[in-house]
């Protein structure tokens, strides 16, 4: 008869540096049976948007919910209290939100793709994706000023024009990376030691993504095609500007890398679209109007659905706010991702869901 171990992993751990607890539960290296605690850091953000800060302001303090999703954040709260002030923002500042926007999620999934790399102990890899995703960087610190909190999505609209020089700069940038990011692709798709052998291991399925109400690439990779970006054209014209929903079939390791790197693809073209097609606008409506009334704001943020509630009652400082990160959705289908599978693939599958705990916890 097989012995049975408990082997915890996080919240310090190697592969997992974030507040979250797994218990595994081993017979001869095989997980049988996974047990998740989230273990919150109370910031007080929510409450602190409802009781210390203006409505206005409230955009610059969900920035700070997360420095990788900032964007995602701001953007969602600043869409929130617009519909709470019945306001329809000018037409550049909803195609310069979607800008940098893709630039983030290309920024997040690079990372993804680097931590990938690290847990599978490829270290060279790991080097040389750190160095490509510089230029996202970059790029977003010249479109936005901050290199980490870009402030960027302000309520009405945005905070910052796109310079033509910095437009050039954004293009000249995005073509030298497609040589780069192809040969990402053919090292995802061809190297064993990277993901050819992880195929099969932290599998869920249609189904199970399904029922688990499983978001973003981790829901994608399984072949359930759900992607906000396709479903609120009242917010922000997407398919004005190419958008295209990726979509994988196995629901493993490899299939959520390949996944991240196709819409790598698909956000460079909307990227190159929308700065071929700029419209001419002011950047901002202004109003004097407080919010009033409750809203609901739906936002594809690089890890999936980004949920904002808000609650307004004619005065400077909000009523309630509340937000739902993409990783506390995605938490029951990792726990089942696990189950069946070696202990000694839990770190490529840990960096393939991709887990921020930082914007559940806040």
């Known amino acids: 008869m097989s012995k049975q171990y408990e082997i915890p ?55 700070r919910v997360c420095g990788l999703c900032s964007i995602s954040h701001t953007t969602a709260y600043s869409q929130v209290a617009e519909k709470l002030l019945n306001l329809e923002i000018p037409r550049r500042a909803k195609y310069l939100r979607m800008l940098v926007i ?19 102990g490829f270290e060279a890899l790991f080097m040389k994706t750190m160095q490509y995703r510089e230029f996202s960087m970059e790029l977003l610190e010249a479109i936005c000023g901050n290199r980490i909190q870009y402030d960027f999505s302000i309520v009405g609209g945005v905070a910052r024009d796109l310079k033509l020089p910095v437009a050039h700069e954004v293009v000249g940038r995005l ?4 040589p780069e ?31 688990l109400n499983v978001v973003g690439p981790f829901a994608r990779a399984a072949g359930l095609a759900i992607d906000v970006r396709n479903e609120t054209e009242d917010l922000l014209p997407w398919k004005e500007v190419g958008f295209e929903m990726i979509t994988g079939e196995d629901g493993d390791v490899h299939a959520r890398n390949i996944v991240r790197l196709k819409e790598i ?20 409506t202004e109003t004097k109007a407080f919010p009033d009334g409750e809203a609901v704001v739906r ?32 938490i029951a289908g990792m726990v089942e991702g696990f189950t069946g599978n070696e202990y000694g693939s839990v770190p490529a599958i840990i960096a393939s869901y991709d887990p921020c705990l930082s914007c559940t916890a806040r």
Not at 175 to 178: G, T
Not at 185 to 206: A, Q, V, Y
Not at 268 to 282: H, K, T, V
Request: glycine share 4%; aromatic share 10%.
């Open 181 to 211: 990011l192809d040969e990402l692709m053919d090292i995802f798709m061809h190297n064993w030691t990277l993901s050819l052998k992880n195929k099969g291991s932290g599998k869920i399925t249609r189904e199970t993504a399904m029922r």
């Open 9 to 63: 992993v996080g919240a310090q751990h190697i592969s997992l540096l974030e507040p979250l607890h797994f218990k595994f539960t081993t017979e001869n290296e095989k997980i049988i049976s996974t047990a998740a605690n989230v273990y919150y850091v109370h910031r007080g953000i929510e409450q602190a948007c409802c009781s210390k800060f203006k409505f206005r302001q409230v955009s610059f303090v969900v920035g």
């Open 102 to 120: 893709e630039l983030d999620r290309i920024h997040s999934h690079l990372l993804c793709l680097i931590h990938v790399s690290e847990n599978a």
């Open 175 to 178: 073509k030298r990376f497609k």
């Open 265 to 284: 693809y698909v956000s460079i073209n909307i990227i190159e679209n929308i700065i071929n097609g700029l419209p001419e606008s002011e950047l901002v």
């Open 299 to 330: 936002l594809e943020a690089p890890r999936g659905e980004l949920f904002y509630y808000a609650k307004g009652n004619k005065t400077q400082v909000l009523e309630r706010l509340k937000i739902k990160a993409p990783t506390f959705s995605n």
